[in-house]
């Protein structure tokens, strides 16, 4: 009898899907926006001309990842090693909510409560993917002041929990488990941080 | 669109995509592709609103033009794909969503489990034990009669229970 509970509990579980509230909004602004052509022959046309330019894409960056491991740069420090290509793991999804103080994580569970924003627009992902995979890090970054938790989900490891932060039109990352703080792009702060404040407006953390 | 009915639509599409969009990646295991046919779904919704005539549940109402929506993708794929082994049928080895992984091993494994069953069974389990919905509102978004949705499920538990089984012992905690 408890098994069969304990099923019926995983199907509950699976009732409840989180999804993008920024993808959520870009769905709707997109039906209301289109108006609807007679769709089958150019839909099935541009579903084939999406995937083959997703082949060909997939095709040229296998081709240049070969040749990096094969022929790694030794140029400056943005070479890679075989390693750390292999070590780095795509960011798939994050969760952003503020801070309650500067020591505790608030993202532990029921990530799809009010106040938690769920992110997987696709320059945010690329952002964070460069800020923490890259080697960004600073030294005499400023402290922790008024800052969100931000729980970083990848494909194939274990998530990642970090502080983020603002100052002066800077945004740092720390991760929980280690000590060094990563900065984000000059050049990309300022989206990030816009990013931000529209989901504070939306959300209200 | 009269503002009346832009607003009218708004409402359901606040109301009902988050579910709609959590029943198409049930089905079809890729969050991109429900993004997508959650869209051509409130598409679908915005052109044929006025001709809900209640005589369901709205949402029943929804996640039948959601299902037609769905099964009208994997016939595409299918008529795509050279080789098929299963009718219509998602691979199951393909990894679950991030949304589903983080739910826990348990979600993880039991999600597994039903896209490993054929099709109609997948449909079933998805309506009956995860979306809750009773006989005779699956009966209606599938368009079969009420005794098949029951006998459906029925083998489809044992079809699940069976599969869970097979993929191991972890699994025995959830059966």
């Not at chain 1, 926006?33 to 960056?61: K, Q």
């Not at chain 2, 998602?90 to 099709?119: M, R």
Request: with cysteine; charged share 30%; aromatic share 10%.
């Amino acid at each position: 009898m408890k098994k069969s509970f304990e099923l019926e509990d995983s199907f509950k579980s699976l009732s409840h899907i989180p999804r993008s509230e920024i993808q959520k909004r870009k769905t709707y602004n997109t039906i209301v926006r289109i108006e609807r052509p007679d769709r089958p022959v150019h839909y099935i046309a541009r579903n084939w001309t999406g995937s083959l330019l997703t082949f060909v894409m997939i095709l040229v960056c296998s081709a240049y990842l070969l040749t990096e491991i094969k022929n790694p740069s030794q140029e400056g420090a943005a070479a890679l090693n075989t390693a750390e290509i292999y070590a780095a793991s795509e960011i798939v999804i994050t969760y952003l909510t503020k801070s309650d103080s500067a020591d505790h994580f608030n993202l532990h569970a029921n990530l799809t409560r009010k106040g938690v924003s769920i992110i997987d627009e696709a320059s945010w992902l690329a952002t964070m993917n460069e800020t923490i995979n890259g080697r960004n890090s600073v030294k005499n970054a400023p402290d922790l002041e008024d800052g969100y938790d931000l729980l970083l989900i990848y494909e194939g490891r274990k998530p990642d929990k970090c502080k983020l932060w603002i100052s002066e039109g800077n945004v740092y990352i720390q991760r929980m488990k280690e000590q060094r703080v990563y900065k984000v792009e000059a050049s990309k702060a300022g989206k990030v941080i816009s990013m931000i404040e529209d989901m504070e407006k939306q959300i209200q953390f | 669109m009269s503002d009346h009915y832009s607003i009218h639509f708004q409402k359901v599409y606040e109301e009902y995509s988050d579910k709609v969009y959590g029943y198409l990646l049930l089905l079809t295991g890729k969050k991109e592709v429900a993004e997508d046919l959650t869209q051509e779904t409130f598409l679908r919704v915005y052109k044929h609103i006025h001709q809900f005539n209640g005589e369901s549940q709205i949402f029943t109402w929804l996640v039948k033009i959601a299902r037609n929506v769905a099964i009208d993708h994997l016939r595409r794929g299918r008529r795509l794909r050279f080789f098929s082994l299963d009718k219509f049928s998602i691979e199951s080895c393909q990894p679950s969503p991030v949304e589903i992984i983080v739910k826990g091993e348990k979600t993880s494994l039991l999600y597994k489990g039903i896209k490993a069953l054929k099709l109609s069974y997948q449909e079933v389990l998805i309506l009956r034990k995860i979306k809750e919905f009773s006989i005779r509102e699956t009966a209606l978004i599938l368009g079969w009669s009420e005794s098949k949705v029951k006998i459906t499920t029925s083998r489809a538990m044992a079809a699940l229970k069976k599969e869970l089984k097979r993929r191991g012992e972890i699994i025995e905690e959830i059966i």
